[in-house]
Nanobody, 119 residues
Framework: QVQLVESGGGLAQAGGSLRLSCAASGRTISSYAMGWFRQAPGKEREFVASISWSAGTTYYADSVKGRFTISRDNAKNTVYLQMNSLNPEDAAVYYC????????????WGQGTQVTVSS
């Protein structure tokens, strides 16, 4: 069973940047696609970005395309989310997740890290 721990959240000004990290332990994530999701108060959790096991393929929600970048370092068992040009609509709890092998759903989740953006 993999454990995922997010970090790097905090308060940023509109237009600013934050870099989230997701450190995995208990199992290597090198064979798994990974994703970032977010949930704002009163809203459903939504997909933000995903990255294939080899980092060869990435996907982004339209709302973050061109501003956020997902990456991974399999040697460090860590996934990152670089967030630039933040706006108040990006404020949410951000979750890292590991996708099940050969499946579309995500089976392991971190506890989340809060991102707050001041206008």
């Amino acid at each position: 069973q993999v454990q995922l721990v997010e970090s790097g959240g905090g308060l940023a000004q509109a237009g600013g940047s934050l870099r989230l990290s997701c450190a995995a332990s208990g199992r290597t994530i090198s064979s798994y696609a990974m994703g970032w999701f977010r949930q704002a108060p009163g809203k459903e959790r939504e997909f933000v970005a995903s990255i294939s096991w080899s980092a060869g393929t990435t996907y982004y929600a339209d709302s973050v395309k061109g501003r956020f970048t997902i990456s991974r370092d399999n040697a460090k068992n860590t996934v990152y989310l670089q967030m630039n040009s933040l706006n108040p609509e990006d404020a949410a709890v951000y979750y890292c997740a590991q996708r099940r092998l050969g499946a579309a759903e995500y089976g392991s989740w971190g506890q989340g890290t809060q991102v707050t953006v001041s206008s």
